[in-house]
Nanobody, 120 residues
């Protein structure tokens, strides 16, 4: 089971940190992805963490994924937020290979989503 949290309302240029906490399995054994879905748009890949990180071009240099194994949590630190980052953010886990980490269809378990709203 995955629990995503940390969303909220922030002004453009601000920061938020999202958390994805797993229960039932050590998160250090999992590949965790972050996706987002804005109103009227398809779900898109944001980042993935599996010891090392992979990012969508749209967030590279602004977002950072990390892990705290003791808390069984993966984080997504989001800096320099833009209005276009507004979306519901989801975390999910997969066992797929590195090349497919940006493919939502490869993920088997999803958290419930947390809303991020960036005002201009």
């Amino acid at each position: 089971q995955l629990q995503a949290s940390g969303g909220g309302l922030v002004q453009a240029g601000g920061s938020l940190r999202l958390s994805c906490t797993a229960s039932g399995r050590p998160i250090s054994n999992l590949r965790v992805g972050w996706f987002r879905q804005a109103p009227g748009k398809e779900r898109e890949f944001v980042a993935a963490f599996s010891g090392s990180s992979r990012y969508a071009d749209s967030v590279k240099g602004r977002f950072t994924a990390s892990r705290d194994s003791a808390l069984n949590t993966v984080y997504l630190q989001m800096n320099s937020l833009k209005p276009e980052d507004t979306a519901v953010y989801y975390c999910a886990v997969t066992q797929t290979i590195w090349s497919y980490l940006d493919d939502a269809r490869r993920y088997t378990y999803w958290g419930q989503g947390t809303l991020v709203t960036v005002s201009s």
